[in-house]
């Protein structure tokens, strides 16, 4: 996919997203409205499911569509880390996501979706379970 076809986003946009799963959201900017904040941070966003499962959502560092920062800042891709009970998990097998990672690199807007998606939908029983066969 050419990198002028993906989709910006904002710690709002991705905000939205996932409230719209149905997740309760805090959200946090960085360098864009603070420009005192770390050059690789752009922002954060914190969501946790009804399920118990939340995601850690991360966009560090803009993109750059033209060679002033004013106006070609963007970010077309950001990192979701999977967490569950406070700490990072991979999901249960059987998931297109988070197989034996707990960070899912790189994703577009898409993708994105498809992982809140994916997660807001995890039924967390399945951890005990393929714990007590040894899946996990």
């Known amino acids: 996919m050419d990198q002028e076809t993906y989709k910006p986003m904002t ?3 991705v905000g939205e997203l996932l409230k719209e799963a ?3 959201v805090m959200v946090r900017s960085g360098r864009s409205e603070n420009y005192s904040a770390p050059r690789e941070f752009s922002f954060e966003v914190k969501a946790i499911f009804p399920n118990g ?3 850690h959502v991360v966009a560090r560092q803009f993109n ?3 060679p002033w920062e004013a106006e070609g800042r963007v970010n077309d891709m950001v990192d979701a ?3 569950k009970d406070g ?7 059987g998931y297109p996501f988070f197989q034996g990672i707990e960070e899912e690199v790189g994703l577009d807007e898409d993708r994105l979706l498809e992982v809140i998606r994916c997660v ?4 967390v029983k399945l951890y ?9």
Request: hydrophobic share 45%.
């Open 11 to 13: 710690a709002e946009s």
């Open 53 to 55: 499962m939340g995601l």
């Open 128 to 136: 005990t379970l393929q714990q007590m066969t040894g899946d996990l």
């Open 22 to 24: 149905g997740a309760e």
């Open 87 to 93: 700490a990072l998990t991979p999901l249960p097998k």
């Open 120 to 123: 807001a939908q995890v039924n």
């Open 64 to 66: 750059y569509r033209d």
């Open 81 to 83: 880390m999977l967490l």
